[in-house]
């Protein structure tokens, strides 16, 4: 478990919709959509979600305990991840009732900055080991977070080139025939991308000689059906 202590600096990139869903030693955090707001050609650094833990009452400024954590690449300007859901480790905090926020933070080179935290209503209560798990309040239920406003302009946000948070991902695991085979595409551009994986981002895959966000569209399109 680490902390983050930090104001939000950078309203552009922006969580909505959020929720999880926890079941023992494993948590699902779902997110309708991860936004950048910047301008088209900002693409950002590579960005976290954490789920986080404050003491009651707190003004979630104080130090917080992170209680899941996981990285989710880079999001074009004026795109957006849609519906996402990460199954990750849920680390337990100490016994008591937590207030819990999903915060995205993003790198800059040297450290995550915090962008943007969306807070839920409900307190966690956490129990001890011998206790009957049924006591424990949000265990194995939806818990929502209040629905965002999102303001109108926000529609003309187009969604990432991938279509999903683990596009690229589908590019890793796909068959080398399956892949080798998509229509519309020319044969060295997809031999390219078999002999250069594994992708650790949508920009990786962008970067590959001849790749374009219309072809990429086609190579996902055909491997995932």
Known sequence: MDSLNQSPQDTNLTLQGCGYRIENDRILIFVHRIENNRAEENLSGTLR?????????????????????????????????????????????????????????????VDYTLCDSVYFENSYQSASPSSDPSATINKQEDVQAPAPKIPAKNENIKKNTIGYSDGYL???KSKVDKLLNVKGVPKKV???LVSERPFQSEKAVLNVKGMGPSMLKKVLAAITV
């Open 49 to 109: 979600l954490q789920l986080c833990a404050f003491p009651p009452n707190s003004d979630h400024r104080a130090t917080n305990t992170i209680l899941a954590s996981t990285t989710i690449g880079e999001i074009k300007g004026q795109h957006f991840l849609g519906d996402c859901y990460y199954d990750l480790i849920f680390q337990q905090p100490t016994v008591g009732s937590w207030s819990l926020a999903l915060q995205l933070s993003e790198w800059n080179g």
């Open 170 to 172: 589908a590019i890793n």
């Open 190 to 192: 997809l031999e390219k």
